[in-house]
């Protein structure tokens, strides 16, 4: 069975740091763009970034560029989205997507469970 | 690129007819996805490439459209149908969603 699985809820302050984490299991890793989408409790769908791990290759949203970093290390197959300096508007679940359904298409056909950050002094 | 979706929302009886129209500002050929996320959940794949069925999702949904305008419909809906539907283009980065449609029943 093919399934993301997140890092847990997170609970920072403003100015710390950060590093989430998406475990991709029941495929191959190398074959597929991975990547993340914000959702604000009761707001919409953000798409923040994708990384290709067969080559690296790392795309951002405008949005997003210059705010985090989004990596992978294909050995364990585990992708990364990581915050040097948190803002409250950080706040927000965060879900780990994989495109597919098949290798020309970039629909995310499988999503994690959904990791929630709260930043809050 | 911008999308766009109307209505932001709906209200319908069971067995009605529903249709969301999703609006590219610039064309996107086929390369638009459709997503359901039902209250508290997390969102999933519908439809892909405009018009294909992801597998696993009943018939009563479909997907149409090319180039700038698109649909979802659903034929018949179903009370386990409410739930905010999203829009995407994957034509080109970056991959943006639609603002999204809340499904409602009366």
């Known amino acids: 069975e093919v399934q993301l699985v997140q890092s847990g809820t997170e609970v920072k302050k403003p100015g710390e740091s950060l590093k989430i984490s998406c475990k991709a299991l029941?495929?191959?890793?190398?074959?597929?763009?991975i990547g993340w989408v914000r959702q604000v409790p009761g707001k919409g769908l953000e798409w923040m970034g994708v990384f290709f791990p067969g080559d690296s290759d790392t795309r951002y949203s405008p949005s997003f560029q210059g705010q985090v970093i989004i990596s992978a290390n294909k050995s364990i197959t585990t992708a990364y989205l990581q915050w040097g300096s948190l803002k409250a508007s950080d706040s927000a679940i965060y879900y780990c997507?994989?495109?597919?359904?098949?290798?020309?298409?970039?629909?995310?056909?499988?999503w994690g469970q959904g990791t929630t950050v709260t930043v809050s002094s | 690129i911008q999308m766009t979706q109307s209505p932001s929302s709906l209200s319908a009886s069971v067995g009605d007819r529903v249709t969301i129209t999703c609006r590219a500002s610039q064309g996107i050929g086929n390369d638009l996805a459709w997503y359901q996320q039902k209250p508290g959940k997390v969102p999933h794949l519908l439809i892909y490439g405009a018009s294909a069925l992801q597998s696993g999702v009943p018939s009563r949904f479909s997907g149409s459209g090319s180039g700038t305008d698109f649909t979802l419909t659903i034929r018949s809906l179903q009370p386990e149908d409410v739930a905010t539907y999203y829009c995407q283009k994957y034509n080109r980065v970056p991959w943006t969603f639609g603002p999204g449609t809340k499904v409602e029943i009366k």
């Open positions: 029941g495929y191959t890793f190398t074959d597929s763009w």
């Open positions: 997507v994989k495109s597919g359904p098949d290798g020309w298409t970039n629909a995310f056909d499988v």
